[in-house]
T-cell receptor, first 114, second 113 residues
Framework: EPEVTQTPSHQVTQMGQEVILRCVPI?????FYWYRQILGQKVEFLVS????????KSEIFDDQFSVERPDGSNFTLKIRSTKLEDSAMYFC????????????FGPGTRLLVL | GESVGLHLPTLSVQEGDNSIINCAYS??????FIWYKQESGKGPQFIID?????DKRQGQRVTVLLNKTVKHLSLQIAATQPGDSAVYFC????????????FGQGTTLQVKP
C-alpha cells in the first residue's frame, strides 16, 4: 500500500539554524500539506500546496517558513531560522484532490530546537 | 471562529466493549469530517470519513454518526480491542476550500484487558 514517507525521523538543531524537512508524498497525489503538532496538543495546519503554489497558509506559517517541490517526488518544508517554539512533530500529508478526499499522513519528523 | 473540540480527554473501556468518542464542531460551513487514529510516535491514520449529506457511515468495526443540527460527530468502535488504544482526533474540512483540516483536541482511548 502506498504511503507518505518523511525524513529525517528526528532532527535536533540549535536556535537560529536552518532546517529542511523532507517528504515523499504518495506518487499519484496532487495536493500536499504540512501540519505540526506540539507535544500533547492537537494537530495544526501549516500550509497546503498545489500546482507548485501555496494554496493556503496559516498564521503559524510566517516568513521563516517555506515549502518547495524541487522535483517530481519530494516536498520540503524549510525553516530558515529556528526558534525554540518551533519544536514539534511535523507531519506531511497528501491527497488525490482537495476538500473532500482523504489526506494521508506521513510518520512525522520530530524537531527539537535547543 | 472555527473550532473542533472533543467532549472527553480520556476514555477508558474494557476489552470487548463498545467505545463512543464524541466531537463537537462549530463551523456550520464544514461539510466533510474525518476521524483519525494516532498511536504514540506515529502520524494520524485515517479511520473513516463522512460527508455532510449523510448522517451515518459504517466501516469495519467503526461507525461515524453526524448530527448537523447540533454540530456533533461521534465515532463508535465495536468490540474494542487493545490495538484500538490510541488518541482519536476528529477533523473538519470545507469541500470548497484548499484542503485545510481543522483538528480537534483529541481523545485518548485506553482499552483495559
Amino acid at each position: 500500500e502506498p504511503e507518505v514517507t518523511q525524513t529525517p525521523s528526528h532532527q535536533v538543531t540549535q536556535m537560529g539554524q536552518e532546517v529542511i524537512l523532507r517528504c515523499v508524498p504518495i506518487s499519484n497525489h496532487l495536493y500536499f500539506y504540512w501540519y505540526r503538532q506540539i507535544l500533547g496538543q492537537k494537530v495544526e495546519f501549516l500550509v497546503s500546496f498545489y500546482n507548485n503554489e501555496i494554496s493556503e497558509k496559516s498564521e503559524i506559517f510566517d516568513d521563516q517558513f517555506s515549502v518547495e517541490r524541487p522535483d517530481g517526488s519530494n516536498f520540503t518544508l524549510k525553516i530558515r531560522s529556528t526558534k525554540l517554539e518551533d519544536s514539534a512533530m511535523y507531519f506531511c500529508a497528501s491527497s488525490d484532490v482537495t476538500g473532500g478526499e482523504t489526506q494521508y499522513f506521513g510518520p512525522g519528523t520530530r524537531l527539537l530546537v535547543l | 471562529g472555527e473550532s473542533v473540540g472533543l467532549h472527553l480527554p480520556t476514555l477508558s473501556v474494557q476489552e470487548g466493549d463498545n467505545s463512543i468518542i464524541n466531537c463537537a464542531y462549530s463551523n456550520s460551513a464544514s461539510d466533510y469530517f474525518i476521524w483519525y487514529k494516532q498511536e504514540s510516535g506515529k502520524g494520524p491514520q485515517f479511520i473513516i470519513d463522512i460527508r455532510s449529506n449523510m448522517d451515518k457511515r459504517q466501516g469495519q468495526r467503526v461507525t461515524v454518526l453526524l448530527n448537523k443540527t447540533v454540530k456533533h460527530l461521534s465515532l463508535q468502535i465495536a468490540a474494542t480491542q487493545p490495538g484500538d488504544s490510541a488518541v482519536y482526533f476528529c477533523a473538519e474540512n470545507t469541500l470548497s476550500n484548499t484542503g485545510k483540516l481543522i483538528f480537534g483536541q483529541g481523545t485518548t482511548l485506553q482499552v483495559k484487558p
